[in-house]
């Protein structure tokens, strides 16, 4: 199984992105797909997290301005963020739940990482 982030990248404080994050391979199910960030210096932490029935979960200093939503069908997970922050800088990881073919196998599997920096 693996997990391909995309859509970092450098934006005004104020601006948009949106990150996708696409787990393929042997794949039976998705249980929670989520995006956690890590800044220089400190520790990695949830940003949102997602149900295969879309329950969602937030940190409390994106809310309000970050949205997580998934396609099932494509197994993939987003994260819309919008008025963002100098203090959003960090490098954005997913992370899904994943129960693999043909075992059955749970376990948690993680992206590459991806850059987000907002600086003027």
């Known amino acids: 199984v693996q997990l391909q982030a995309s859509g970092g990248g450098l934006v005004q404080p104020g601006g948009s992105l949106r990150l996708s994050c696409a787990a393929s391979g042997s794949i039976f199910s998705i249980n929670v797909m989520g995006w956690y960030r890590q800044a220089p210096g400190k520790q990695r932490e949830l940003v949102a997290a997602?149900?295969?029935?879309?329950?969602?979960n937030y940190a409390d200093s994106v809310k309000g301005r970050f949205t997580i939503s998934r396609d099932n069908a494509k197994n993939t997970v987003y994260l819309q963020m919008n008025s963002l922050k100098p203090e959003d800088t960090a490098v954005y990881y997913c992370?899904?739940?994943?129960?693999?073919?043909?075992?059955?196998?749970?376990?948690?599997?993680w992206g590459q990482g991806t850059q987000v920096t907002v600086s003027s």
């Open positions: 992370n899904a739940e994943v129960r693999s073919a043909p075992k059955l196998i749970l376990a948690d599997y």
């Open positions: 997602i149900t295969s029935g879309g329950s969602t």
